[in-house]
């Protein structure tokens, strides 16, 4: 039985689309999301990842830098370096645990404080605009990226 064009073509694997790409979905939001921060962020002296690792520590004062690396999704060699910029702009103190000699403790200032506290990620609400929506969204996202960590780590399964 001869088959139409119609449905050879249908048998033919869909033409790879990047609007198809989940990943690229979420990496193209991830750089829309800094170009928004962007503007805020750069009137109190931040980049991004410092601002995060300030949020961080917001919660949880006090903690190692491997913990805040591991919070962060960060390595030690690339979290020092920010670390090291947000001390030296008053915003947190560094120590050495007396408990423990090779671990570096942080913590905020109250300067640090303050600035978390103002929240300027607020201002980009209504920009977000999805409402209800935003709750769903963060955890179904939080949820691929455990996913695909997960997948990492026990490669096989």
Do not use: W
């Not at 139409?4 to 790409?21: E, G, I, W, Y």
């Amino acid at each position: 039985m001869p088959t139409s064009k119609t449905a050879k073509q249908s048998d033919a694997p869909a033409p790879r689309k990047l609007s198809n790409f989940l990943c690229f979905a979420i990496y193209s939001a991830n750089l829309a999301f800094g170009r928004a921060y962007k503007p805020l962020l750069d009137e109190l002296g931040l980049t991004y990842t410092q601002y995060i690792a300030l949020v961080a520590l917001s919660e949880e004062d006090d903690q190692t830098v491997s913990m805040l690396g591991e919070k962060l999704f960060l390595e030690s060699n690339t979290l020092t370096p920010i670390l090291k910029k947000l001390e030296s702009s008053g915003l947190i103190t560094r120590h050495r645990d007396p408990a423990d000699e090779r671990q570096v403790r942080v913590n905020l200032t109250p300067a640090g404080r303050d600035l978390v506290e103002t929240n300027p990620g607020s201002a980009l609400t209504d920009a977000i605009g999805l409402g209800d929506e935003f709750p769903v969204v963060q955890n179904s996202v939080a949820r691929l990226r455990d996913n695909l960590l997960r997948a990492q780590a026990e490669p096989g399964k």
